[in-house]
């Protein structure tokens, strides 16, 4: 075998891979900041943040200097022990939020798995077998697992693989009237996201936040809210729900905990926590020395009001120059969403085309997400430069001229 590494290219995705991504035609090699730089030296202005994920962009000195003083001390003993890291970000997000204990796992699906299993044993050991419906959002999205695409209200990502978990219902989002319907003494969960991301950047309705709580208190059902990803600062508040002022009992948090390492963690209240009893539950890797160490390097440097501050302004900074463009170019003229997490939704003439506005950013050296076909959106890093969203958003402006002109 050779001992050189063999030049790879994006062809050999199709080759090796299973084919269940598309990814872009260029391969990253080196982020800094909010600049990506691809194999052939080309730089590429970051609005995708990884999906919601890179929360201090790349290569943060705070989160590098974390990872590699822990690489050099211990990566990983398993949940036979715990470790330093772990308990240190434990503590912090319980200072920090209405948590009392936490769990650790790797992915958003793992938290919420996590989080539907717990609501469902609190509910058999409190009520019996009978207390175990849980009620989600239509066009919701909480994970990729057997459960929680069941969860989840998109049946793209749930049918074709068998018979799924039973006992899961959907109401339309942001509608009062419909989870008052739905919710009964049978109801173990409702699970909501505070910002529906994939769904489209739709934020929820004071009013329906305050009604799920109420109803879940009536019916001594548990309020879980899935801040994978509208959580750990995006909404330029630690946690959306502090936003809202509506406290859930679990919350699932991922994406941005670990800047850019993979980590996601439940929280949940000591009373709950107490029906995870010992075996009840686990994971390997949970709680991983290399992923809490950063996840904590993470929440120390977001968690204060320079950077709150910096995010309101810089929602402000994308949101009108967004809303020129939108109105200039006759492309959108709604831009919704909190803090850093942007979506631009396409008016009817261009609904179901966000994917070719995705093309054409990249075209203009711009990484920018979609929120289903008819949403384009924007997750930058949290400390983004204002040049970086100046120059990003001029060429934003190049693309959708691009789209345009056809
Ligand atoms: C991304 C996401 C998930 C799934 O997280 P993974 O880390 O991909 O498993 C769950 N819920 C929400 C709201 C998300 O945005």
């Known amino acids: 075998m050779s001992v050189e590494h063999d030049p790879v290219q994006r062809a050999d995705f199709d080759q090796v891979m299973v084919p269940n991504y598309a990814p872009a035609a260029f391969i990253p090699v080196r982020g800094q900041g909010s600049r990506v730089w691809d194999q052939r030296g080309r730089e590429l202005i970051d609005f995708a943040g990884g999906i919601a994920v890179n929360v201090l962009g790349h290569a943060h000195p705070a989160l590098v200097k974390a990872l590699t003083e822990q690489a050099n001390l211990l990566w990983h003993v398993s949940n036979v022990f715990t470790n330093e890291p772990a308990l240190r970000l434990a503590k912090k997000l319980v200072d920090a939020t209405f948590a009392e204990r936490v769990f650790f796992c790797n992915s958003g699906a793992e938290a919420n798995e996590a989080a539907f299993k717990l609501a469902r044993r609190v509910a058999f050991n409190q009520f019996g077998e009978d207390k175990h419906e849980i009620i989600a959002a239509t066009n919701s999205f909480h994970g990729r697992t057997l459960f929680t695409v069941s969860v989840g209200g998109q049946p793209k990502y749930s049918d074709g693989f068998g018979p799924k978990i039973q006992g899961i219902s959907h109401v339309p989002y942001n509608d009062i009237d419909a989870l008052k319907a739905a919710v009964s003494s ?154 850093l997490l942007l979506g631009a939704v396409l008016n009817d003439k261009w609904k179901g085309q966000a994917k070719a506005f995705l093309d054409a950013a990249t075209e203009q050296d711009l990484m920018v997400l979609q929120a289903g076909p008819d949403v384009i959106r924007f997750a930058p890093s949290l400390v983004i430069d204002d040049a970086d969203i100046d120059e990003g958003l001029a060429r934003f402006e190049r693309a959708v001229a691009q789209v345009v002109r056809g």
Not at 256 to 274: D, K, V
Request: glycine share 12%; charged share 15%; aromatic share 8%.
């Open 186 to 339: 049978k109801t173990c969960a409702v699970v909501l996201e505070p910002i529906q991301g994939e769904g489209g950047v739709l934020p929820a309705d004071l009013e329906y936040l305050q009604a799920a709580r109420a109803l879940c208190d009536e019916h001594d059902a548990l309020l879980i809210f899935d801040e994978v990803q509208s959580g750990m600062g995006r909404t330029g508040s630690l946690f959306a729900y502090m936003h809202y002022g509506v406290t859930p009992d679990i919350l699932s948090s991922a994406k941005s905990l670990g800047g850019g390492f993979p980590i996601g963690a439940m929280l949940t209240t000591q009373e709950l926590a107490t029906h995870f009893a010992v075996g009840t539950h686990g994971t390997t890797y949970g709680g991983n020395a290399l992923a809490c160490a950063v996840g904590e390097a993470v929440i120390d440097t977001i968690n204060t009001p320079e950077v709150w501050a910096g995010v309101q302004a810089k929602h402000e900074r994308f949101k009108s120059k967004l809303l020129q463009i939108g109105e200039q170019y006759a492309v959108f003229n709604e831009v919704r969403g909190l803090g």
